[in-house]
T-cell receptor
Framework: DGGITQSPKYLFRKEGQNVTLSCEQN?????MYWYRQDPGQGLRLIYY???????QKGDIAEGYSVSREKKESFPLTVTSAQKNPTAFYLC??????????????FGDGTRLSIL | SQQGEEDPQALSIQEGENATMNCSYK?????LQWYRQNSGRGLVHLIL?????REKHSGRLRVTLDTSKKSSSLLITASRAADTASYFC??????????????FGTGTRLKVLA
């Protein structure tokens, strides 16, 4: 089955630690996105990438970093500089085959908490 | 920055009733999309309406778009308990790099009582 896989489902971070959230897709989509969702809130864009080896900052990129070395993978690192990392993190991908009229496909998220 | 704002923030209805939720946005768009999110899960795409369309149907879903008012509505007819979820609108925005990013609304939490 084609889809997006996020792992782990739950993640705990100690003070001063960097943690990496995995996002893999087998949909052959070019564009990939990372969002943060706080309780009862909408999604806020952290980073997005249109092609391999290229990515752009979203609205709340501070304290986060990404890489896009392969088309199917877009890992997100939450660094120790992110002082309030507790949130639900969602990864999404989108096809560009028909221009911009394409929906995003989402993974099932990673819930990150501070220990 | 949040472009989409949805109302109501929460809605509770009886099974079989219709549910209407609204979305407003600020800038011009190519399309507007509606998504559903069950508790603790990712978002699922429901319907996409292009800026040159005024109404679109998909099963029990009806979406309208008024670009002059920069608003959209999602109607779920004959609601079921399984429709209980949060619903989000999202609008596209072309970034300076030429890629497309999406701005999500704050969501409407729908509860359908059996």
């Amino acid at each position: 089955d084609g889809g997006i896989t996020q792992s782990p489902k739950y993640l705990f971070r100690k003070e001063g630690q960097n943690v990496t959230l995995s996002c893999e897709q087998n949909l052959n989509h070019d564009a990939m996105y990372w969002y943060r969702q706080d309780p009862g809130q909408g999604l806020r864009l952290i980073y997005y990438s249109q092609i391999v080896n290229d990515f752009q900052k979203g609205d709340i990129a501070e304290g986060y970093s990404v890489s896009r070395e392969k088309k199917e993978s877009f890992p997100l690192t939450v660094t120790s500089a992110q002082k309030n990392p507790t949130a639900f993190y969602l990864c999404a991908s989108r096809s560009d085959n028909e221009g911009y009229h394409q929906p995003q496909h989402f993974g099932d998220g990673t819930r990150l908490s501070i220990l | 920055s949040q472009q989409g704002e949805e109302d109501p923030q929460a809605l509770s209805i009886q099974e079989g009733e219709n549910a209407t939720m609204n979305c407003s946005y600020k800038t011009s768009i190519n399309n507007l999309q509606w998504y559903r999110q069950n508790s603790g899960r990712g978002l699922v795409h429901l319907i996409l309406i292009r800026s040159n369309e005024r109404e679109k149907h998909s099963g029990r879903l009806r979406v309208t778009l008024d670009t002059s008012k920069k608003s959209s509505s999602l109607l779920i007819t004959a609601s079921r308990a399984a429709d209980t979820a949060s619903y989000f609108c999202a609008t596209d925005a072309r970034a300076t790099s030429g890629t497309y990013k999406y701005i999500f609304g704050t969501g409407t939490r729908l509860k359908v009582l059996a």
